[in-house]
């Protein structure tokens, strides 16, 4: 079973900001997401439950990091199709900052 779900978010300049994100596996073990972010869109902020995932990427693109603690850095990255990461769990927003669509696939370990 997929879940599609769809976020609109206003941004501070009343600019709709619509981003997707379709369940692709929960079960005991793992939370699996694809996150679809057309550019100028953000995931608003959120808490990430589990302390391990990974990030699988689909189509890359220029996103910015910004840590909901304040004492941790805004960053830019450039991310490349193809690549991979693996992440702690942290409390942020994503946004594309980029000319293209962004497409993540977010493995959680329970």
């Known amino acids: 079973m997929i879940i599609i779900l769809s976020f609109l ?3 501070a ?10 369940v ?11 996150n679809t972010f ?11 439950a589990y302390p391990v995932r990974t990030v699988y990427v689909v189509a ?3 996103l910015l990091l910004q840590p909901l603690n304040s004492e941790q850095p805004e960053r830019t990255i450039i991310i490349e199709t193809g ?3 693996m992440l702690p769990a942290q409390a942020h927003n994503i946004k594309n900052v980029g000319q293209s669509t962004v497409v993540l696939i977010e493995t959680e370990l329970k």
């Open 83 to 85: 690549s991979a990461l």
């Open 24 to 34: 692709l596996m929960d079960n005991e073990r793992v939370l699996m997401v694809r």
């Open 13 to 22: 300049n009343g600019v709709e900001s619509v981003w997707q994100q379709e």
């Open 38 to 48: 057309p550019p100028g869109t953000e995931s608003g902020p959120h808490q990430h």
């Open 60 to 62: 890359g693109g220029e």
């Open 9 to 11: 978010l206003l941004s």
